[in-house]
């Protein structure tokens, strides 16, 4: 194996193969927007260790990971994943674990202000996506992960309002004007009901700050799950996005509202469509009492998918995630690694 993946550096700049997953976490507080995250990273690791299991709570299930094992040697491709309205550094945990076992350095964030039991309309909608860019100031310029780091191959990878942040950094742009109109002609909108029943003026919001780019240079590759605010979007600024970037576009928002969907799929992107998602399905797999527990805040509809599948639906983003970096070459697994 090894002699397979020194002859595939003299064609890529590194070869993945199935690691175990170390995991560990971190506070820092950004210096611009002093905002205290908190990051759980994922990683590969030779440790021979046995993993164990996290982050399980009454609503979903965590994931295996070895706590505070050691980084392997070599370069990695960063990802960033961040998550939707009211998620968490674990949401997207069964999707990073995977891409940690494939050879990526893999760091999430909870975003104050968006995340779980702290989830606010009235909070700039743009924090989550500055969060990440000044994440990759501390991340690359760490003594502990940051010569670890391929630079030429970081990217983010970002679920409902945390898709909107990844399209955001590879140069999507909105706008006020946009938001309104979409608000007032489309009301019934998930993302939109979640601002108009949070009693948000958007009328009010600052325009130059919508309106500027996010875009971050540093950022090579992004792929969106199922992102919200597609409709807002300035489609000049979504043709320009010159880097890698695929959406995966659920084919409904929950089961109750069929056919209704947050209009991914009308985005003029490289995408592919999971018709029997979802849009919750990108959340990990939920425990049996989870719909019982959540009834009682009307939001049984989180866990409708059944279990097996939900598993299912993971298992194609996982291949299509792979598929897009593998193309990409962000990182090449070798048929001898599976």
Request: include cysteine; glycine fraction near 8%; hydrophobic fraction near 45%.
């Amino acid at each position: 194996m090894r002699i397979i993946c020194l002859l595939f550096t003299l064609l890529f700049s590194h070869c993945s193969w199935s690691y175990s997953v170390g995991n560990q976490t971190q506070t820092i507080t950004t210096a611009d927007l002093q905002r205290n995250l908190s990051l759980r990273w994922f990683y590969p690791t030779e440790s021979g260790a046995l993993p164990t299991p996290q982050a399980a709570n009454a609503v979903f299930q965590g994931f295996s990971a070895i706590p505070a094992a050691s980084l392997a040697a070599g370069k990695f491709p960063l990802v960033i994943l961040t998550h939707g309205s009211g998620g968490n550094n674990t949401s997207l945990a069964w999707l990073a674990t995977q891409l940690a076992a494939r050879g990526m350095i893999v760091v999430a964030a909870s975003h104050p202000g968006s995340t779980t039991g702290d989830s606010r309309p009235t909070i700039d909608i743009t924090l989550q996506t500055r969060d990440i860019s000044l994440m990759l100031n501390a991340i690359l310029g760490s003594k502990q992960w940051g010569s670890a780091i391929d630079a030429q191959r970081v990217g983010v990878i970002g679920h409902s309002k945390g898709g909107y942040s990844a399209l955001a950094l590879a140069g999507g742009r909105i706008t006020r004007q946009r938001f309104v109109d979409y608000c007032r002609t489309m009301p019934q909108m998930p993302d939109c009901q979640f601002y108009v029943q949070g009693k948000l003026n958007l009328q009010q919001l600052d325009v130059a700050r919508l309106a500027a780019s996010y875009r971050d240079q540093r950022v090579k590759f992004v792929i969106a799950l199922d992102p919200g605010m597609a409709y807002v979007f300035t489609p000049p600024s979504l043709a320009s996005i010159d880097i890698p970037v695929l959406v995966l576009a659920a084919g409904y928002y929950i089961h109750a509202a069929k056919p209704l969907n947050l209009g991914s799929d009308t985005l003029r992107l490289p995408q592919q469509k999971l018709t029997d998602a979802g849009h919750f399905d990108f959340l990990p797999l939920c425990q049996p009492q989870a719909a019982h527990i959540l009834a009682e805040d009307g939001e049984a509809f989180i866990c409708d998918t059944a279990t097996s599948q939900r598993t299912a639906i993971h298992q194609q983003v996982i291949a299509a995630v792979e598929n897009f970096l593998q193309h990409n070459r962000i990182i090449v697994i070798s048929d001898a690694s599976r």
